[in-house]
């Protein structure tokens, strides 16, 4: 594949994170609880890597080197826990500027993993992109005083779990194709989420009276196409990279928040997301001046 086709799977994978929200606010309007529409998410996500496995595949998988996997479902798993239950405390816009964080915590952890110093590109977007969080999710002027500490604490909890799912894909598994490690990482998911969460909704009837409307939107968009996404463009981006790219979801998030939820949307925050856009670029424009070859000076 060309070198430019993995930043933008890591793009387009953060960007179907950004319904995620929407979604499970849209299950609890509905009167199912956040924990509930988790569930459904990964068992749903679960089904369908099983399913695509067994249709394209058709052989057993070969589990060498599956062990190198689980770090990357149980966060996974981690972040749709703990995300859920920030959404009983917060509105949908709010959660996902919480989440949002993992932009700087994720730069943090490869920095500590790589032993180095982010660069002024790096620096300089996520300047960007905090500005333009601050802006897009309309915080300026919003009074945040009745938010309770619960959801602040879930919210920051999302953004470290999602920090590490993607530090958890910065390597490939030698031999093992993207359906594989998608059905082997989302297993890894739905057995700690089987644990922590509501798996009575496979009996208590809550699947056939409309949960599974919204655990097979989440199951793909929460699931199947950002595992398969992130499994294959990590590895060759980098997980410090991958958090920046990973931005793409904030701008989704509140366009579909506005459109879904009827959330207020202003000039102001249309304006943070051409600044997130901006400083999601940015890390490339330094990469492509520090790689360019030197300008040839001709001699009199």
């Given at each position: ?28 309007n509905a009167g199912f609880t956040a924990s509930e529409a988790v ?262």
């Amino acid at each position: 594949m060309p070198k430019w086709i993995y930043p933008v799977m890591i793009a387009v994978g953060s960007s179907c994170y950004g319904i995620l929200s929407t979604n499970i606010k849209l299950a609890m309007n509905a009167g199912f609880t956040a924990s509930e529409a988790v569930t459904a998410q990964y068992m749903t996500g679960f089904f369908l890597a099983l399913i695509l496995f067994a249709a394209i595949n058709r052989r057993l998988p070969n589990l060498k080197g599956a062990s190198a996997l689980i770090p990357a479902g149980v966060f996974t798993a981690a972040t749709g826990i703990v995300y859920g239950k920030s959404l009983i405390y917060l509105p949908a816009s709010l959660a996902v500027v919480l989440l949002f964080q993992f932009t700087w915590i994720g730069m943090l952890i490869d920095c500590i993993a790589r032993k180095r110093l982010p660069n002024r590109g790096e620096l300089l977007s996520l300047v960007l992109l905090f500005a333009g969080t601050v802006l897009a999710a309309g915080l300026i002027g919003t009074d945040l005083t009745g938010i309770p500490w619960q959801g602040w604490a879930w919210g920051m909890a999302a953004a470290l779990t999602f920090s590490l799912f993607i530090f958890s894909n910065r390597k490939s598994v030698e031999g093992m194709d993207t359906l594989t490690r998608m059905l082997v990482t989302s297993f890894v998911a739905v057995i700690v989420i089987s644990v922590f969460q509501s798996p009575e909704i496979l009996w208590n009837g809550s699947l056939p009276d409309g949960l599974w409307m919204y655990g097979l939107l989440l199951g793909v968009f929460g699931i199947i196409a950002p595992v398969a996404l992130f499994g294959m463009a990590v590895p060759h981006v980098g997980s410090g990279m991958s958090s920046i790219l990973s931005s793409a979801e904030l701008p989704v998030a509140v366009t579909v928040s506005v459109l879904l939820l009827n959330e207020p949307f202003s000039g102001l925050q249309l304006a943070g997301i051409i600044v997130i856009l901006i400083g999601m670029i940015v890390p490339t424009l330094f990469e492509r001046r520090r790689s360019a070859p030197p300008a040839v000076t001709e001699s009199t």
